[in-house]
């Protein structure tokens, strides 16, 4: 039986969460974790009590982005057409992979590695966008010849290399993720 965290203890939690998500979004996964810790207001030691390992909290920055990814793409598939819905989850996808600067490389290594820290948090997402797609094939609006390595691998290099240019065009992503969706399509 685990005992529930004390009062100060969830809330350094909750700052290191917080700001975690802020020094991310500005340097990348890769910034400094005693720089984190300090903004968050809290010593080097406590960061580690909570998050033994830098993949331990990237986990916890993307557990819930993840699990929502995952839910998007179970209600997409009971109420949009096939190709929609995986055109949708797509954009999702990719605008959430490219929120962190080296998220997207992170995540494809991660899906590679069983024994990371993220690979449990990506494995519910990743089936329910291979569900999406077998959905999409099935229905004859996807070419068949496509698997799921294949979709993340194009998914996580447009969100890489809009990462890279340092774009920030809300149109960009949405006519890139449309560019691959036709490519993906079925021929007449």
């Known amino acids: 039986m685990t005992r529930p965290m004390r009062a100060d203890?969830?809330?350094?939690?909750?700052?290191?969460?917080?700001?975690?998500?802020?020094v991310f979004a500005e340097q990348?996964?890769?910034?400094?974790?005693?720089?984190?810790?300090?903004r968050a207001g809290v010593g080097i030691g406590t960061l580690y009590r909570h998050f033994p390992s830098r993949d331990a909290l990237v986990e916890a920055v993307v557990r819930d982005r993840y699990d929502g990814l995952t839910a998007r793409a179970r209600a997409l598939a009971d109420t949009a057409a096939a190709r929609d819905a995986l055109a949708t989850w797509l954009r999702l996808l990719i605008e959430g992979a490219g929120t962190f600067r080296g998220m997207s490389a992170t995540l494809m290594a991660t899906l590679a590695d069983e024994t990371s820290e993220l690979?449990?948090?990506?494995?519910?997402m990743r089936a329910a966008g291979a569900d999406l797609l077998a959905r999409a094939q099935t229905a004859g609006e996807v070419r068949a010849d496509i698997d799921t390595d294949e979709l993340f691998t194009l998914a996580h290099?447009?969100?890489?290399?809009?990462?890279?240019?340092?774009?920030?065009d809300p149109e960009r992503l949405p006519k890139l993720v449309d560019v691959v969706v036709l490519g993906l399509a079925t021929r007449p």
């Open 28 to 38: 990348g996964i890769d910034a400094s974790l005693e720089e984190l810790a300090r």
């Open 119 to 124: 690979y449990a948090s990506c494995h519910a």
């Open 9 to 22: 203890a969830r809330r350094n939690y909750e700052r290191l969460l917080a700001e975690a998500r802020v």
């Open 157 to 168: 290099g447009i969100a890489w290399a809009h990462e890279q240019r340092g774009v920030d």
